[in-house]
Protein backbone atom coordinates (compact mmCIF):
# COMPACT_ATOMS: atom_id res chain seq x y z
CA UNK A 1 0.00 0.00 0.00
CA UNK A 2 1.11 3.66 -0.93
CA UNK A 3 2.28 5.28 2.54
CA UNK A 4 -0.18 7.97 1.58
CA UNK A 5 -2.92 5.56 1.67
CA UNK A 6 -1.48 3.93 5.24
CA UNK A 7 -3.73 5.00 8.24
CA UNK A 8 -2.85 4.76 12.04
CA UNK A 9 -5.89 2.83 13.35
CA UNK A 10 -7.07 2.01 16.91
CA UNK A 11 -9.37 -1.08 17.11
CA UNK A 12 -11.27 -1.09 20.41
CA UNK A 13 -12.43 -4.75 21.43
CA UNK A 14 -10.14 -7.49 20.43
CA UNK A 15 -12.98 -10.34 20.20
CA UNK A 16 -13.80 -11.55 16.73
CA UNK A 17 -14.83 -9.27 15.27
CA UNK A 18 -11.52 -6.59 16.55
CA UNK A 19 -8.92 -9.11 16.44
CA UNK A 20 -9.78 -10.48 12.84
CA UNK A 21 -10.65 -6.20 11.63
CA UNK A 22 -6.83 -5.80 13.36
CA UNK A 23 -5.36 -8.42 11.86
CA UNK A 24 -6.74 -7.97 8.12
CA UNK A 25 -6.59 -4.47 8.41
CA UNK A 26 -2.67 -4.28 9.07
CA UNK A 27 -2.24 -7.16 5.93
CA UNK A 28 -3.43 -4.28 3.75
CA UNK A 29 -1.39 -1.70 4.61
CA UNK A 30 -2.53 -0.09 7.96
CA UNK A 31 -0.48 0.40 10.88
CA UNK A 32 -2.94 -1.26 13.20
CA UNK A 33 -3.19 -0.72 17.45
CA UNK A 34 -5.50 -3.35 19.08
CA UNK A 35 -7.07 -2.31 22.08
CA UNK A 36 -8.54 -4.66 24.89
CA UNK A 37 -8.70 -4.75 29.08
CA UNK A 38 -7.94 -8.16 28.67
CA UNK A 39 -4.33 -8.44 29.18
CA UNK A 40 -4.28 -11.80 28.16
CA UNK A 41 -5.65 -11.23 24.96
CA UNK A 42 -2.90 -8.24 24.28
CA UNK A 43 0.04 -10.60 25.77
CA UNK A 44 -1.36 -13.05 22.99
CA UNK A 45 -1.22 -10.67 19.75
CA UNK A 46 2.04 -9.49 21.24
CA UNK A 47 3.72 -12.78 20.83
CA UNK A 48 2.36 -13.19 17.07
CA UNK A 49 -0.55 -15.09 18.31
CA UNK A 50 -4.23 -15.34 17.84
CA UNK A 51 -6.53 -15.36 21.16
CA UNK A 52 -9.19 -17.46 19.60
CA UNK A 53 -9.53 -20.30 16.63
CA UNK A 54 -10.47 -18.78 13.70
CA UNK A 55 -9.52 -20.30 10.46
CA UNK A 56 -6.44 -17.95 8.91
CA UNK A 57 -6.08 -15.78 11.90
CA UNK A 58 -3.17 -16.92 13.32
CA UNK A 59 -1.01 -16.82 10.28
CA UNK A 60 -1.91 -13.61 9.33
CA UNK A 61 -1.22 -12.18 13.08
CA UNK A 62 1.70 -13.81 13.01
CA UNK A 63 2.91 -12.18 9.80
CA UNK A 64 1.55 -9.14 10.76
CA UNK A 65 3.31 -8.68 14.25
CA UNK A 66 6.54 -9.66 12.25
CA UNK A 67 6.48 -6.75 9.69
CA UNK A 68 5.27 -4.63 12.77
CA UNK A 69 2.23 -3.44 11.45
CA UNK A 70 0.00 -5.12 14.72
CA UNK A 71 0.51 -4.72 18.30
CA UNK A 72 -1.88 -4.45 20.97
CA UNK A 73 -1.74 -2.50 24.59
CA UNK A 74 -4.52 -2.19 27.69
CA UNK A 75 -3.61 1.36 27.32
CA UNK A 76 -6.32 3.52 25.53
CA UNK A 77 -4.80 6.59 25.46
CA UNK A 78 -1.17 5.25 23.94
CA UNK A 79 -3.65 3.45 21.15
CA UNK A 80 -5.00 6.82 20.34
CA UNK A 81 -2.04 8.87 20.41
CA UNK A 82 -0.96 8.21 16.25
CA UNK A 83 -4.31 7.19 15.34
CA UNK A 84 -6.40 8.98 12.82
CA UNK A 85 -9.34 6.49 13.26
CA UNK A 86 -10.70 4.51 16.23
CA UNK A 87 -12.85 1.54 15.27
CA UNK A 88 -15.24 0.58 17.83
CA UNK A 89 -15.48 -3.46 18.25
CA UNK A 90 -16.89 -3.75 21.33
CA UNK A 91 -19.37 -6.45 22.44
CA UNK A 92 -23.03 -5.11 22.88
CA UNK A 93 -24.49 -8.74 24.27
CA UNK A 94 -27.92 -9.41 25.32
CA UNK A 95 -29.64 -8.26 28.38
CA UNK A 96 -32.27 -10.31 30.33
CA UNK A 97 -35.33 -8.49 28.52
CA UNK A 98 -33.21 -9.02 24.83
CA UNK A 99 -32.35 -5.38 24.79
CA UNK A 100 -29.10 -4.39 23.96
CA UNK A 101 -26.35 -3.60 26.80
CA UNK A 102 -24.38 -1.13 25.90
CA UNK A 103 -21.88 -0.98 29.12
CA UNK A 104 -18.81 -1.62 26.89
CA UNK A 105 -19.38 0.94 24.05
CA UNK A 106 -20.61 3.61 26.39
CA UNK A 107 -17.33 3.45 28.23
CA UNK A 108 -14.58 2.92 25.55
CA UNK A 109 -16.74 6.09 23.64
CA UNK A 110 -16.05 8.19 27.30
CA UNK A 111 -12.08 6.81 27.31
CA UNK A 112 -11.94 8.41 23.96
CA UNK A 113 -14.25 11.68 24.52
CA UNK A 114 -11.37 12.29 27.97
CA UNK A 115 -8.63 11.70 24.82
CA UNK A 116 -10.27 14.33 22.60
CA UNK A 117 -10.32 16.95 25.53
CA UNK A 118 -6.55 17.31 24.65
CA UNK A 119 -6.04 16.02 20.85
CA UNK A 120 -5.13 19.27 18.33
CA UNK A 121 -6.48 16.93 15.26
CA UNK A 122 -9.68 15.37 14.43
CA UNK A 123 -10.18 11.43 15.29
CA UNK A 124 -12.80 9.92 12.79
CA UNK A 125 -14.51 7.58 15.34
CA UNK A 126 -16.54 4.45 13.40
CA UNK A 127 -18.89 2.20 15.10
CA UNK A 128 -18.63 -1.75 14.05
CA UNK A 129 -20.79 -2.89 16.60
CA UNK A 130 -23.70 -4.09 16.00
CA UNK A 131 -25.88 -1.27 17.64
CA UNK A 132 -29.72 -0.43 17.23
CA UNK A 133 -30.10 2.66 14.82
CA UNK A 134 -29.85 5.71 17.16
CA UNK A 135 -26.99 4.01 19.52
CA UNK A 136 -23.77 6.75 17.63
CA UNK A 137 -26.22 9.55 17.91
CA UNK A 138 -27.67 9.21 21.49
CA UNK A 139 -24.76 7.15 23.26
CA UNK A 140 -21.14 7.41 21.39
CA UNK A 141 -21.68 11.07 20.33
CA UNK A 142 -22.26 12.41 24.03
CA UNK A 143 -19.90 10.07 25.42
CA UNK A 144 -17.56 11.83 22.81
CA UNK A 145 -18.31 15.15 24.49
CA UNK A 146 -20.09 16.57 21.31
CA UNK A 147 -17.05 18.07 20.28
CA UNK A 148 -15.42 18.97 16.79
CA UNK A 149 -12.41 17.36 17.30
CA UNK A 150 -14.55 13.98 16.75
CA UNK A 151 -16.05 12.82 13.20
CA UNK A 152 -18.49 9.97 13.99
CA UNK A 153 -19.15 7.14 11.46
CA UNK A 154 -20.73 3.85 11.29
CA UNK A 155 -19.35 1.07 9.55
CA UNK A 156 -20.79 -2.29 10.79
CA UNK A 157 -19.44 -5.85 10.51
CA UNK A 158 -20.42 -8.60 8.38
CA UNK A 159 -17.96 -11.28 9.58
CA UNK A 160 -19.25 -14.75 10.45
CA UNK A 161 -17.44 -17.04 12.72
CA UNK A 162 -15.48 -19.70 11.66
CA UNK A 163 -15.46 -17.59 7.89
CA UNK A 164 -14.58 -14.26 9.56
CA UNK A 165 -11.20 -13.43 7.46
CA UNK A 166 -12.62 -14.79 4.05
CA UNK A 167 -15.62 -12.41 4.60
CA UNK A 168 -13.58 -9.39 5.71
CA UNK A 169 -11.15 -10.28 2.61
CA UNK A 170 -13.79 -10.73 0.35
CA UNK A 171 -16.96 -8.64 1.78
CA UNK A 172 -20.55 -9.31 0.48
CA UNK A 173 -20.99 -5.86 1.46
CA UNK A 174 -19.11 -2.64 2.97
CA UNK A 175 -21.18 -0.07 4.72
CA UNK A 176 -20.72 3.11 5.58
CA UNK A 177 -22.88 5.83 7.45
CA UNK A 178 -22.82 8.81 8.86
CA UNK A 179 -23.24 12.76 7.81
CA UNK A 180 -19.34 14.03 6.99
CA UNK A 181 -18.32 13.32 3.38
CA UNK A 182 -14.61 13.14 4.24
CA UNK A 183 -14.70 11.08 7.41
CA UNK A 184 -17.22 8.36 4.92
CA UNK A 185 -14.71 8.31 2.68
CA UNK A 186 -11.59 8.33 5.41
CA UNK A 187 -12.97 5.10 6.79
CA UNK A 188 -13.81 3.37 3.25
CA UNK A 189 -10.30 3.95 2.24
CA UNK A 190 -9.26 1.39 4.98
CA UNK A 191 -10.63 -1.43 2.35
CA UNK A 192 -9.14 0.19 -0.75
CA UNK A 193 -8.00 -3.02 -2.78
CA UNK A 194 -10.77 -5.62 -1.30
CA UNK A 195 -13.27 -6.23 -4.10
CA UNK A 196 -16.45 -4.30 -2.58
CA UNK A 197 -17.81 -0.92 -3.46
CA UNK A 198 -18.98 1.10 -0.42
CA UNK A 199 -22.45 1.89 0.36
CA UNK A 200 -22.69 5.58 1.26
CA UNK A 201 -25.97 5.73 3.76
CA UNK A 202 -26.81 7.69 6.60
CA UNK A 203 -25.95 7.08 10.50
CA UNK A 204 -29.02 5.25 11.48
CA UNK A 205 -29.66 3.38 7.59
CA UNK A 206 -26.01 1.66 8.49
CA UNK A 207 -26.69 0.82 12.10
CA UNK A 208 -30.13 -0.73 10.83
CA UNK A 209 -28.56 -2.80 7.60
CA UNK A 210 -26.43 -4.93 9.97
CA UNK A 211 -29.65 -5.60 11.85
CA UNK A 212 -32.02 -6.70 8.46
CA UNK A 213 -29.35 -8.31 7.57
CA UNK A 214 -28.88 -11.03 10.77
CA UNK A 215 -32.75 -11.00 10.46
CA UNK A 216 -33.07 -11.96 7.00
CA UNK A 217 -30.62 -14.43 7.60
CA UNK A 218 -32.25 -15.94 10.71
CA UNK A 219 -35.36 -16.02 8.51
CA UNK A 220 -34.28 -17.88 5.59
CA UNK A 221 -32.92 -20.33 8.07
CA UNK A 222 -35.99 -20.99 9.82
CA UNK A 223 -37.91 -21.12 5.76
CA UNK A 224 -35.82 -23.48 4.88
CA UNK A 225 -35.80 -25.62 8.05
CA UNK A 226 -40.25 -25.50 8.00
CA UNK A 227 -40.14 -26.20 4.13
CA UNK A 228 -37.64 -28.92 5.12
CA UNK A 229 -39.99 -30.40 8.03
CA UNK A 230 -43.09 -30.48 6.33
CA UNK A 231 -41.34 -31.88 3.07
CA UNK A 232 -40.11 -34.90 5.48
CA UNK A 233 -43.17 -35.28 6.85
CA UNK A 234 -45.14 -35.67 3.39
CA UNK A 235 -42.30 -37.95 1.92
CA UNK A 236 -40.75 -35.44 -0.18
CA UNK A 237 -37.41 -35.14 -0.39
CA UNK A 238 -36.66 -31.64 1.58
CA UNK A 239 -33.16 -30.87 -0.17
CA UNK A 240 -34.67 -31.45 -3.78
CA UNK A 241 -37.26 -28.70 -2.86
CA UNK A 242 -34.70 -25.99 -1.76
CA UNK A 243 -32.36 -26.90 -4.11
CA UNK A 244 -34.66 -26.59 -7.22
CA UNK A 245 -36.05 -23.47 -5.15
CA UNK A 246 -32.85 -22.15 -5.21
CA UNK A 247 -32.47 -22.48 -9.18
CA UNK A 248 -34.84 -19.41 -9.45
CA UNK A 249 -32.35 -16.31 -9.74
CA UNK A 250 -35.78 -14.21 -10.94
CA UNK A 251 -37.85 -14.14 -8.07
CA UNK A 252 -36.77 -16.47 -5.17
CA UNK A 253 -32.98 -15.47 -4.77
CA UNK A 254 -32.85 -11.97 -6.02
CA UNK A 255 -34.24 -8.71 -5.10
CA UNK A 256 -37.67 -9.57 -5.99
CA UNK A 257 -40.26 -8.63 -3.08
CA UNK A 258 -37.54 -6.95 -1.24
CA UNK A 259 -38.42 -4.02 -1.40
CA UNK A 260 -40.83 -2.23 1.72
CA UNK A 261 -44.44 -1.19 0.23
CA UNK A 262 -48.12 -2.33 0.81
CA UNK A 263 -49.53 -5.80 1.60
CA UNK A 264 -49.89 -8.71 -0.61
CA UNK A 265 -53.00 -10.43 -2.07
CA UNK A 266 -54.53 -12.07 -5.13
CA UNK A 267 -55.46 -15.13 -5.58
CA UNK A 268 -52.21 -16.96 -5.13
CA UNK A 269 -50.02 -15.89 -1.81
CA UNK A 270 -53.13 -15.88 0.76
CA UNK A 271 -54.75 -19.01 -0.44
CA UNK A 272 -51.34 -21.07 -0.96
CA UNK A 273 -50.11 -20.15 2.30
CA UNK A 274 -53.38 -21.03 4.29
CA UNK A 275 -53.59 -24.21 2.46
CA UNK A 276 -49.80 -25.10 3.37
CA UNK A 277 -50.44 -24.48 6.90
CA UNK A 278 -53.77 -26.14 7.29
CA UNK A 279 -51.94 -29.60 5.69
CA UNK A 280 -49.34 -29.07 7.77
CA UNK A 281 -51.23 -29.23 10.94
CA UNK A 282 -53.17 -31.83 9.98
CA UNK A 283 -50.29 -34.13 9.84
CA UNK A 284 -49.32 -32.20 13.26
CA UNK A 285 -46.28 -30.39 12.22
CA UNK A 286 -45.82 -26.66 13.42
CA UNK A 287 -44.76 -24.32 11.19
CA UNK A 288 -44.84 -20.91 13.47
CA UNK A 289 -42.66 -18.82 11.06
CA UNK A 290 -44.99 -19.47 8.04
CA UNK A 291 -48.22 -19.43 10.22
CA UNK A 292 -47.28 -15.79 11.11
CA UNK A 293 -46.92 -14.70 7.61
CA UNK A 294 -50.39 -14.27 6.90
CA UNK A 295 -50.93 -11.95 10.57
CA UNK A 296 -48.21 -9.97 9.39
CA UNK A 297 -49.67 -9.20 6.46
CA UNK A 298 -53.06 -8.49 8.10
CA UNK A 299 -50.95 -6.19 9.90
CA UNK A 300 -49.27 -4.00 7.34
CA UNK A 301 -52.98 -3.16 6.02
CA UNK A 302 -53.71 -2.25 9.73
CA UNK A 303 -50.52 0.48 9.58
CA UNK A 304 -51.43 2.08 6.38
CA UNK A 305 -55.08 2.27 7.43
CA UNK A 306 -53.96 4.37 11.08
CA UNK A 307 -51.95 6.19 9.10
CA UNK A 308 -54.52 7.27 6.17
CA UNK A 309 -57.04 8.22 9.26
CA UNK A 310 -54.45 10.26 10.69
CA UNK A 311 -54.85 12.44 7.87
CA UNK A 312 -57.71 13.72 9.02
CA UNK A 313 -61.68 13.78 7.75
CA UNK A 314 -60.41 14.79 3.99
CA UNK A 315 -61.66 13.99 0.67
CA UNK A 316 -59.35 10.75 -0.31
CA UNK A 317 -58.02 9.78 -3.35
CA UNK A 318 -56.86 6.61 -3.92
CA UNK A 319 -55.02 5.23 -7.02
CA UNK A 320 -54.92 1.48 -7.10
CA UNK A 321 -57.49 -1.22 -6.24
CA UNK A 322 -56.40 -4.27 -7.46
CA UNK A 323 -53.69 -6.15 -5.43
CA UNK A 324 -51.14 -4.63 -7.61
CA UNK A 325 -50.41 -2.88 -10.86
CA UNK A 326 -51.21 -4.37 -14.48
CA UNK A 327 -53.77 -6.61 -13.60
CA UNK A 328 -57.61 -6.41 -12.40
CA UNK A 329 -57.87 -9.38 -10.06
CA UNK A 330 -59.87 -8.35 -6.69
CA UNK A 331 -59.71 -11.22 -4.98
CA UNK A 332 -58.09 -10.42 -1.95
CA UNK A 333 -57.06 -7.29 -2.60
CA UNK A 334 -55.22 -5.40 0.66
CA UNK A 335 -56.54 -2.20 -1.25
CA UNK A 336 -60.11 -3.77 -0.84
CA UNK A 337 -59.21 -4.07 2.65
CA UNK A 338 -58.36 -0.53 3.41
CA UNK A 339 -61.16 0.90 1.46
CA UNK A 340 -63.76 -0.67 4.07
CA UNK A 341 -61.54 0.28 6.90
CA UNK A 342 -61.63 4.00 5.78
CA UNK A 343 -65.32 3.56 4.55
CA UNK A 344 -66.69 2.39 7.77
CA UNK A 345 -64.60 5.43 9.46
CA UNK A 346 -66.66 7.70 7.57
CA UNK A 347 -64.32 9.06 5.50
CA UNK A 348 -64.78 10.07 1.54
CA UNK A 349 -63.22 8.20 -0.51
CA UNK A 350 -62.48 8.10 -4.56
CA UNK A 351 -61.06 5.45 -6.63
CA UNK A 352 -59.12 5.35 -9.23
CA UNK A 353 -57.68 2.27 -11.37
CA UNK A 354 -56.18 2.56 -15.07
CA UNK A 355 -57.37 -1.43 -15.13
CA UNK A 356 -60.61 -1.73 -13.10
CA UNK A 357 -64.36 -0.67 -14.73
CA UNK A 358 -66.68 -2.63 -12.04
CA UNK A 359 -69.38 -3.35 -14.76
CA UNK A 360 -66.79 -5.47 -16.73
CA UNK A 361 -65.64 -7.66 -14.04
CA UNK A 362 -67.59 -10.89 -13.10
CA UNK A 363 -67.04 -13.82 -11.52
CA UNK A 364 -65.26 -14.67 -8.30
CA UNK A 365 -63.83 -11.13 -9.01
CA UNK A 366 -66.92 -9.24 -8.81
CA UNK A 367 -68.03 -11.28 -5.43
CA UNK A 368 -65.05 -10.49 -3.79
CA UNK A 369 -65.31 -6.48 -3.99
CA UNK A 370 -69.10 -6.36 -3.70
CA UNK A 371 -69.07 -8.84 -1.14
CA UNK A 372 -66.73 -6.23 1.05
CA UNK A 373 -67.93 -3.09 -0.38
CA UNK A 374 -71.53 -3.40 -1.73
CA UNK A 375 -71.20 0.14 -3.28
CA UNK A 376 -67.60 0.53 -4.74
CA UNK A 377 -69.39 1.25 -7.85
CA UNK A 378 -70.31 4.88 -6.42
CA UNK A 379 -66.96 5.29 -5.21
CA UNK A 380 -65.03 4.61 -8.61
CA UNK A 381 -64.26 7.55 -10.84
CA UNK A 382 -63.38 6.87 -14.69
CA UNK A 383 -60.42 8.99 -14.95
CA UNK A 384 -56.97 10.01 -13.34
CA UNK A 385 -58.18 13.78 -13.88
CA UNK A 386 -61.32 12.80 -12.10
CA UNK A 387 -59.66 11.69 -9.28
CA UNK A 388 -57.27 14.78 -8.74
CA UNK A 389 -59.80 17.08 -8.99
CA UNK A 390 -62.05 15.88 -6.27
CA UNK A 391 -59.32 14.79 -3.89
CA UNK A 392 -57.87 16.86 -0.67
CA UNK A 393 -55.05 14.13 -0.26
CA UNK A 394 -53.65 10.96 -2.42
CA UNK A 395 -52.94 7.41 -1.55
CA UNK A 396 -51.26 5.35 -3.43
CA UNK A 397 -51.01 1.82 -3.47
CA UNK A 398 -49.54 0.71 -6.40
CA UNK A 399 -46.91 1.87 -8.91
CA UNK A 400 -48.27 4.10 -11.73
CA UNK A 401 -47.32 4.08 -15.18
CA UNK A 402 -45.19 6.77 -16.10
CA UNK A 403 -48.42 8.96 -17.37
CA UNK A 404 -50.27 8.70 -13.93
CA UNK A 405 -47.05 9.22 -12.43
CA UNK A 406 -46.11 12.19 -14.09
CA UNK A 407 -50.37 13.61 -13.40
CA UNK A 408 -49.76 12.84 -9.90
CA UNK A 409 -46.85 14.30 -9.08
CA UNK A 410 -47.38 17.28 -11.33
CA UNK A 411 -51.10 17.52 -9.44
CA UNK A 412 -49.03 19.21 -6.52
CA UNK A 413 -51.48 17.36 -4.27
CA UNK A 414 -50.16 16.08 -0.63
CA UNK A 415 -49.75 12.54 -0.90
CA UNK A 416 -49.28 9.35 1.36
CA UNK A 417 -47.18 6.78 -1.11
CA UNK A 418 -48.03 3.56 0.68
CA UNK A 419 -46.68 1.30 -2.38
CA UNK A 420 -43.18 3.29 -1.87
CA UNK A 421 -43.72 4.05 -5.85
CA UNK A 422 -43.32 7.43 -6.63
CA UNK A 423 -39.57 7.29 -5.18
Not at 294 to 319: C, D, K
Not at 369 to 385: F, R, Y
Request: glycine share 8%; aromatic share 6%; with cysteine.
Amino acid sequence: MNDKNTKEVAVFGLGYVGCVTAACLASLGHRIVGVDVSQAKVDSIQNGEAPFYEPGLSEIVAAQRAAGRLEATTDHAKALERSAIALLCVGTPSERNGNLNLEHIRRVSEQIGEHLKERTRPLTVAVRSTVFPGTAEEVVWPALGRTPMARLVSNPEFLREGAAVADFMEPSLLVVGGDDRAAMEEVAGLYAGLPAEPCFVSLRTAEMIKYACNAFHALKVAFANEIGALAEELGVPPLEVMETLCRDRKLNISTAYLRPGFAFGGSCLPKDLRALCFRAGRAGIKLPLLESVLPANQRQIERAAERVLELGPRRLGIFGLAFKENTDDLRESPVVALIETLVGKGREVRVYDPHIRIQAIYGSNRNYVLSAIPHIEKLMVNTLDDLLAGADHLVITQRPDPASRAAILASGLPRLDLAHALG
